[in-house]
């Protein structure tokens, strides 16, 4: 069992123009280079890297893979505030779905898709965290299971979704019926998505230089122990990489291996909240 998602890693063209980019969202830099940028939310940080030939990567929603990360915000209005001179664009206006929360998905220039999400009954002067990054898949069950497995957290799995204008809006895509899970437990959400219409289907391993999101990078104590639960849940080795940190998910999602003293030699502290998740729905559940 992996203990924390450390970092979530993102390919882009322009370490300036990311930066500028993920600051508004709320990120907070620790440091950066031309070509590499840590920035950190109080439950999790995100790798920028700028590929050696960076290919933009038109992909949808629907695609199978990563498809985008959530960023959740007391007030949905001033985070639009912050984002209107940076290269990021909303589909929709926000759409509340009936749980109070206000929706938007962003697009930016390099194609990556980002969630807005309000969460109003959040303190006012809470900064943005990260709530979850969601991956479409060909095969709920048998991914929902190999990271329920991988992760020890609880899955949460929702009934058809269809007939929803609210969704059809935020995604800018009329129609849409898929089935979503939701697995528990670590300093992040990991939220799956199974699409019927359009349906999602297995696409081939993306090129390494692809700009968009490029993987997950787990914690864990032991990377002998790590290696065998992955091979254990149905993960496959990286054959590019001999130190055996980097792997692929079931359906050829990149996911790395970091170990407790590898975090500690990046010396980029430690999160200010990773359980914020779980203090912020304690709220909505008092409310």
């Known amino acids: 069992m992996l203990t924390q998602i450390h970092h979530i890693t993102i390919h882009v063209r322009s370490i300036a123009v990311a930066l500028r980019r993920y600051t508004a969202f709320g990120l907070v830099c620790l440091r950066h280079t031309s070509l590499e940028a840590w920035l950190s939310a109080p439950n999790c940080l995100i790798l920028l890297r700028v590929p050696e030939r960076p290919i933009r990567n038109d992909r949808t929603i629907f695609d199978s893979g990563f498809s985008h990360c959530c960023m959740q915000t007391p007030s949905i209005s001033h985070f639009f505030d912050k984002i209107a001179n940076t290269d990021v664009r909303p589909r929709s206006q926000p759409v509340d779905l009936g749980t109070g929360h206000r929706y938007a998905y962003l697009d930016d220039d390099d194609a990556i898709v980002t969630e807005c999400e309000g969460v109003p009954y959040a303190p006012p002067e809470q900064t943005a965290w990260l709530a979850h990054v969601a991956i479409a898949t060909a095969n709920l069950e048998r991914l929902g299971a190999f990271y329920g497995e991988l992760t020890g957290g609880s899955i949460r799995t929702s009934a058809l979704i269809a007939d929803n204008p609210g969704i059809d809006t935020i995604a800018q895509h009329s129609g849409i019926r898929a089935q979503a899970a939701w697995i528990r437990g670590l300093n992040l959400t990991i939220e799956l998505w199974q699409f019927?219409?359009?349906?999602?289907?297995?696409?081939?391993?993306?090129?390494?230089?692809?700009?968009g999101y490029a993987s997950m990078s787990f914690v864990c104590d032991d990377l002998q122990s790590a290696q065998d639960h992955l091979v254990q849940g149905g993960a496959t080795m990286d054959p590019l990489d001999p130190s055996g940190t980097r792997w692929f998910d079931p359906d050829g999602n990149g996911i790395e291996l970091i170990t407790t003293a590898t975090v500690a030699a990046l010396g980029l502290g430690t999160r200010s909240e990773p359980g914020i998740i779980a203090r912020i729905e304690s709220l909505w559940r008092a409310t």
């Open 196 to 211: 019927h219409s359009p349906q999602t289907t297995r696409l081939p391993l993306q090129d390494r230089e692809m700009v």
